[in-house]
């Protein structure tokens, strides 16, 4: 099975900052990771796909990079409405099966 | 727009069965170009897929719960459904549905609906 790690767990940050996430695979997965974001008591909100592809309607501050087993998430400048947390998750192309990491949490500095 | 909405109920006691259903709308459930998928998520905690389907009805189940999980579809429901078995305190969480793309990501998702497990 492939295992998900992201750092750091928790990130404190203010408005304006540039933030990076980052996620690592124990295995390669190419490109098919997808990073969502999760707000308190709400589902998670797809943000990237495919590593890199940002989901329509999602912020352009909203980035992702990597391939093979690391990758990151990068917001460009912080928002208010961008504290949350965020979980990368590696899926693949022949089958509907999937991990996820285990969350960074960014919260106000 | 798609809309899931998952159904059942929120106690559930241990050693029973959980079982929970997802109405699709907006959208036909018969598409090959999707799969539909359980996950779920303890209080605090972070996000466990479960298993997922397709309309045909092939299953796809995460390992560590194969041995109790059971997950259906019903096209003329436009409806999918999990069965867990032997819950314990441990299987307390957020459930949610979602839909997943071919070969890709999970794109839309349900609320999520919290099932305790409490005698």
């Known amino acids: 099975d492939i295992q998900m790690t992201q750092s750091p767990s928790t990130l404190s940050a203010s408005v304006g900052d540039r933030v990076t996430i980052t996620c690592r695979a124990s295995?390669?997965?190419?490109?098919?990771l997808a990073w969502y974001q999760q707000k308190p008591g709400k589902a998670p909100k797809l943000l990237i796909y495919?590593?890199?592809s940002l989901e329509s309607g999602v912020p352009s501050r909203f980035s992702g990079s990597g391939s093979g087993t690391e990758f990151t998430l990068t917001i460009s400048s912080l928002q208010p409405d961008d504290f949350a947390t965020y979980y990368c998750?590696?899926?693949?192309?022949?089958?509907?099966?999937?991990?996820f990491g285990p969350g960074t949490k960014v919260d106000i500095k | 727009q798609l809309q899931l909405q998952e159904s059942g109920p929120g106690l559930v006691k241990p050693s029973e069965t959980l079982s929970l259903t997802c109405t699709v709308s907006?959208?036909?459930?018969?598409?090959?170009?999707?799969?539909w998928g359980w996950i779920r998520q303890p209080p605090g905690k972070g996000l466990e897929w479960i298993g997922s389907?397709?309309?045909?009805?092939?299953?796809y189940y995460n390992p560590s719960l194969k041995s109790r999980v059971t997950i259906s579809v019903d096209t003329s429901k436009n409806q999918f459904s999990l069965k867990l078995s032997s819950v314990t305190a441990a299987d307390t969480a957020v459930y949610y549905c979602?839909?997943?793309?071919?070969?890709?990501?999970?794109?839309?998702w349900g609320q999520g609906t919290l099932v305790t497990v409490s005698s």
């Open positions: 979602a839909r997943g793309i071919r070969g890709s990501n999970l794109d839309y």
């Open positions: 907006g959208g036909s459930i018969s598409s090959s170009s999707y799969y």
């Open positions: 389907i397709y309309y045909s009805g092939s299953t």
């Open positions: 295995q390669s997965i190419s490109s098919w």
């Open positions: 495919k590593a890199s």
């Open positions: 998750q590696q899926y693949n192309s022949y089958s509907p099966s999937f991990t």
